[in-house]
């Protein structure tokens, strides 16, 4: 029964989705494997490959390699290494080489787990000249507030988050670039592995450059 539960909620994304055809629909899919190497840190790697286009195009595909700590419960931090390739609507394939860290507060209270991360990227497109309008690499401090619930007896665990990027190398000016929401939930096959269905909508503040974009992802998970 949960099986079909988790079905009918990937259909309702993906319905949505549709209905929303004036901007850009696609699909997000990833597998996460994570190994906790002494006690509080872990280590570990990212697969994801992402659809565009109404499903039609690829998007890019990329490579995480990430380390965190966790000294204490309700504190974790953390950096990574992204490799990106990314197919450029007009120039075609182009690689990108992004570095993160991050912190990350959370806060439990009662079923409820809230949780603030900050995470400062860059991000470097690779034969993509720096110019007065363009900055290269490109640095955001990205801001996401998240919600999980833990429901009483069930093997589902729904989530929202709201995040916000904003420039911090912008020529021309920094500002908020754009905003996600996320709304979702994880399955829990066992104690190691679970999978997450979500559904993620991303707003530009430049309309003109970017259209807003509205995308279901179905991710994997293993920790051990």
Known sequence: ???RKFLLLLSVCTGCMIASAQDDVGGIWTVDVTKKIIKGVSLAFEEEY????????????SHTLEISYKPFKYLKAGGAYNLINFNHEKKGWEARHRYYFYATGSLKAGRFDLSLRERFQSTYRQGVEETAKRANPKLFLRSRLKVEY?????K???FASVELFNTLNDPQENRMDRWRGIAGTAFKLNKKNSVELYYRYTNYADDEEDSDTHMV???YSLKF
Do not use: V
């Open 1 to 3: 029964m949960n099986y």
């Open 50 to 61: 992402r659809l565009r286009d109404n499903f039609a195009a690829t998007d890019r595909f």
């Open 150 to 154: 833990d429901i009483p007896k069930c």
């Open 156 to 158: 589902f665990e729904p």
């Open 217 to 219: 992802g179905l991710g």
